[in-house]
């Protein structure tokens, strides 16, 4: 059985292709450069990267967009890695949202 | 797994913004954040890898088709080996990831996609284009490549042989469109404008001389 993330050929998803672009936003910029500078440091791979956005609930992974996925899946390695952990990086972004407003 | 959505409930799954992509926002930050003060990465390196991507556009996979329209030795290089025609060219797309470069002919038009995420040969072209990362398009390509390519604008001769190459996080793939036709006098500068990113995918081929802007 496909799993959410495998599309081709889905018939759940044949509507019309939607063309319009939105203008790349700072956060996406600063999400895409993290995630591949992790990957030409070693510290986790395209795969691995991958695999954990395939392991989101299919909810969920349907209802994020594309640099959220990728926001998710960096997260969940460097807590997979002991790298860091879901805690200090609430405390850090509350402490950064107080900081910049 | 039944397949419980449509695409209908979700058509701007990328072009969402506002309070939802303000948490991951927020969380990306953080995360740089800690990543610094724990010294895995540097400032310097986030911004260098902005630069990397910033720096990257279509632009480069139309150089690389102008080049290869008017130099049959480069073409052959291009589609035996081609991030060191790209090198020729000063397009930097080293790295682990490997390129192939595929050639439309009159008898076969070649498609690219990536089913299962958005693998695209982003050293050469930059990012990809939303609808690239489209579930629609994503589930769409494979299935029916022709009904796609003509919301693109482009019919094809059921004749011709449609091939739709699914990338993978190893290899990618960039489209080697054919001449179109009334370019034969042109120089590279004047053919590449005729090269558009929609035709480095596949789902359309190049301008038509006096079309191009």
Redesign the interface.
């Known amino acids: 059985?496909?799993?959410?993330?495998?599309?081709?050929?889905?018939?759940?998803?044949?509507?019309?292709?939607?063309?319009?672009?939105?203008e790349?936003?700072d956060?996406e910029?600063?999400?895409?450069?993290?995630t591949?500078?992790?990957d030409?440091?070693g510290?986790k791979?395209?795969?691995e990267h991958?695999r954990a956005?395939?392991s989101l609930k299919?909810e969920l992974y349907?209802?994020?967009?594309?640099?959220?996925r990728w926001?998710?899946a960096?997260?969940i390695l460097?807590v997979e890695k002991g790298?860091?952990t879901h805690e200090?990086?609430?405390r850090?972004?509350t402490?950064?949202?107080e900081k910049w407003g | 797994?039944s397949?419980?959505?449509?695409?209908?409930d979700?058509?701007?799954?990328?072009?969402?913004?506002g309070a939802?992509?303000a948490l991951?926002?927020?969380?990306?930050?953080?995360?740089?954040?800690?990543?610094v003060e724990?010294g895995?990465?540097t400032k310097e390196?986030?911004?260098r890898?902005?630069e990397y991507?910033?720096a990257r556009s279509p632009a480069n996979g139309a150089k690389l088709v102008a080049r290869a329209w008017t130099d049959p030795e480069f073409k052959a290089r291009l589609l035996s080996d081609t991030k060191a025609a790209a090198r020729e060219l000063g397009i930097d797309a080293s790295g682990p990831v490997e390129f192939l470069t595929v050639e439309n002919t009159p008898e076969v038009h070649n498609l690219i996609?990536c089913?299962?995420?958005?693998c695209y040969p982003r050293a050469i072209l930059g990012?990809p284009?939303?609808?690239y990362?489209?579930?629609?398009?994503?589930?769409?390509a494979?299935?029916e490549p022709r009904a796609?390519m003509r919301?693109?604008g482009l019919e094809l001769p059921m004749d011709v042989t449609v091939a739709v190459h699914?990338s993978s996080?190893d290899v990618r793939y960039m489209v080697l469109p054919m001449r179109p036709p009334g370019a034969e006098g042109m120089d590279e500068e004047e053919l590449a404008r005729l090269v558009t990113r929609n035709s480095l995918i596949g789902v359309s081929v190049p301008l038509e001389p006096g079309l191009a802007g």
Not at chain 1, 62 to 68: A, M, N, P, R
């Open positions: 059985m496909a799993s959410i993330h495998d599309l081709g050929g889905s018939p759940g998803a044949r509507s019309s292709i939607e063309k319009s672009q939105h790349t936003e956060w910029r600063l999400a895409d450069a993290v591949v500078a992790l030409k440091k510290i791979t395209t795969d991958r956005q395939e299919p349907k209802s994020l967009g594309y640099y959220e926001v998710v960096t997260e460097l790298i860091l200090e990086i609430d850090k972004a402490e950064l949202e | 797994m397949e419980t959505y449509n695409g209908h979700h058509p701007h799954e990328e072009t969402r913004t939802e992509s991951y926002a927020s969380r990306i930050r953080a995360i740089e954040a800690l990543l724990r895995i990465l390196e986030v911004r890898q902005i991507m910033e996609v089913t299962l995420c958005s990012r284009p939303d609808w990362k489209s579930f629609a398009y994503r589930s769409r494979v299935s796609v919301e693109f699914d996080a």
